[in-house]
Structure formats: C-alpha cells, structure tokens
C-alpha cells in the first residue's frame, strides 16, 4: 500500500486590531502550518524597535511557504529552521513564527508538550516580573496597584533621573525589582554609583545599561556591580553571545530576537556553558509567543513573561498566571488555543 504523502501547508493572518497594545504601538503575524489534520500555530511580533515591518514578514513568509510544501514530517525542526534562517539575513522574527509553529506542530503529533520534546524538567520557580511604564506618580501608582498579583516588578529606565524613578516606586512597592536601562546610561562612574545605590533599594538586576557600542563600558560595570549586568539589545542571536563575553553578567533571549524557540534553546546551552544568567523575556506577544517561550521557564535565571497582562485582545489562550507566577497547561506542542483561523 501506497502511503499518501501530506506537506506542510503554511498560512498567516495579521489581525487587524489585534495589535492594540496598551502601552506601546506593536503588531503581530500569526502563522499556522497544517499537517495531515495536524495544526501548529506561531507568531511574530514587530515592535518598531526591532527593525523589522510587515510587508518585509510578510513577503518572507510568502517565500517560505513553497519550501515548506516539499517539507513532511518526520523531520528536525532544527535542520528546517537553519534552511529557512540561509533564505534571508533578516526577518528574525517572520522565522521565529514558523519555528514556533513547526514546534507546535511536532509537539500536537507527538502527543507532547514542547518542554517534553526538549526533556527538559518542570520548573520550581517561575515568578516573571510585570512592567511598570514610566508615567506620571499618580499612573505609577496606579500601576503599581493593577500589579498586586506579581511578585517582581520591572521598570523601563534610562531617564534623566533613575534615581528619582525608583524613589517614587519605592514609596508604594518593596518588591523586587528589575531595572531596563535600554541603553540610556552614558557614563561608566555614574553607572556604578547608580547601580550600588540600586543595590540598597532591592534591585535585583540592571538590564542593557549602555549603548551597544559602549561594550568596554558594560565589561567595566560589569567587573565592578554589585548586582548582574544582563545584555538586551547586545545580543540578538547564539553568535553574539561569544562576543559580549566577559561584558555582561546574563542574557535576555527573546524568540523574536533569535528565530524561535531552536535558537533560543542552543543560547540557552551556551550560556550555561559561559556560566551567563539566563534571562527569557519578550517582545509584546500574545499568549502565542509567550507560551512558546514558556516552555523553557526551567532554565531560566529570571522571567519576564508578561505581555499578555498588557495586551487589550490577545487572540489566543495559553500561559496563565496565579500569584505572580507564569502557569503552563499540560495541552501539547506550546499549549495554546485560539479561534484566530
Ligand atoms: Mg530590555
């Protein structure tokens, strides 16, 4: 008997409104990729910040689809993702929604959750920080209240007067707190004396303090800090990570920064290997990128896992969170329902 051969079959939607994120401008294309009755689902989400535009996801999302068609399961998702990842040099995050949903995909035909696939361990502790955007003292406030569930709370930086930001979150929250710098430090000494004083304040860590080409910068604050130093925007992909070596305490890996949840696994082990922290955060995605990269949350240092909390329509269910604590479910493949498609 003849086995009928079944392709991968790619489709993507860019839902308008969907993207109406509550603090910043931010859209996402949702992939899914259909096998033999079998569907996985992916995203990729496009903040400004990163660089990369709709029609350009778009257009790459167009070119994959004809290679996919010759692609079956059984296969490597790794062996895929290096062969779609050589067809452009950029679109990280047009891969990483194909990544996502190829790893969706196996996981539903297995029968297995993503994190199974990976062998990897349930995890202890999974508390993600929630962000607080920088605003007035009475919005502040009252996001410091909207909050009340977290455990860890993360502040967007880099102001005129740090010092003065974490003064006023510190007269309504002792939480924990991280600290974003997104590259707005500019000198080495002030650095350090700010960090030292964030250190009395409960802060737990300083992310991406300067510009990315201040890296003999980081490397000095980094020797002398008190608290871990972790790269953001210095790191996008496995191939950085040996150049900031030494420059920074950890990494923040991000799907959309490094094509999907293969890389974003083989940083993982080489951070490890480095002795870096590890960091798993986020762009602005819905429950679709977030339960993706959730999968994960066992190896990780620290979380910050919260977009969905800040997302007006999330056209997708996933990760829940309880007492400040990201909550996988036990469904399959990253464990995600939507009735987007
Ligand atoms: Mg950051």
Redesign the pocket.
């Known amino acids: 008997m003849e086995l009928s051969y079944h392709p991968f079959l790619l489709e993507y939607k860019h839902p308008f409104g969907v993207s109406g994120h509550t603090r910043t401008q931010t859209q996402s294309v949702f992939t899914k990729i259909v096998w033999d009755g079998f569907v996985g689902y992916g995203e990729a989400c496009l903040p400004p910040y990163l660089g990369e535009t709709l029609e350009d996801t778009i257009a790459f999302l167009d070119k994959v689809k004809p290679f996919l068609k010759e692609q079956s399961y059984p296969c490597s998702i790794a062996e895929l993702t290096l062969e779609i990842d050589a067809l452009d040099e950029k679109s990280n995050a047009a891969k990483a929604s194909i990544d996502i949903a190829l790893h969706d995909l196996k996981g539903k035909i297995e029968g297995n959750s993503v994190r199974e696939l990976y062998k990897l361990n349930p995890a202890e502790n999974t508390h993600t920080a929630c962000t607080i955007g920088i605003d007035t003292e009475e919005k502040i406030k009252q996001k410091i209240d909207e909050a009340k569930d977290f455990t860890i709370l993360k502040i967007k930086a880099g102001t005129d007067d740090d010092k003065k930001l974490v003064q006023t979150i510190r007269k309504y929250s002792n939480k924990p707190l991280y600290v974003?710098v997104?590259r707005g430090w500019k000198e080495k000494n002030k650095a350090l004396e700010l960090t030292n004083w964030f250190k009395e304040q409960n802060v737990v860590l300083i992310?991406?303090p300067f510009p990315v080409e201040q890296l003999d910068d980081s490397a000095w604050l980094t020797e002398r800090s008190p608290l871990p130093i972790i790269a953001?925007?210095s790191i996008k992909r496995l191939s950085d990570i040996k150049k900031i070596k030494g420059a920074f305490s950890g990494v923040?890996i991000k799907l959309m920064k490094c094509t999907g949840l293969s890389e974003a696994f083989q940083m993982i082990e080489l951070c490890k290997a480095f002795e870096l922290k590890i960091f798993l955060?986020c762009m602005a995605e819905s429950s679709c990128g977030t339960s993706a990269m959730a999968q994960f949350i066992s190896c990780a240092d620290y979380i910050d896992l919260d977009a969905p909390c800040l997302l007006k329509n999330d056209p997708f269910r996933g990760i829940i969170y309880s007492q400040g604590k990201v909550v996988l479910n036990d469904k399959p493949g990253i464990g995600v329902t939507t009735e987007l498609f």
């Open positions: 974003d997104n992310e991406q953001d925007e923040n955060g």
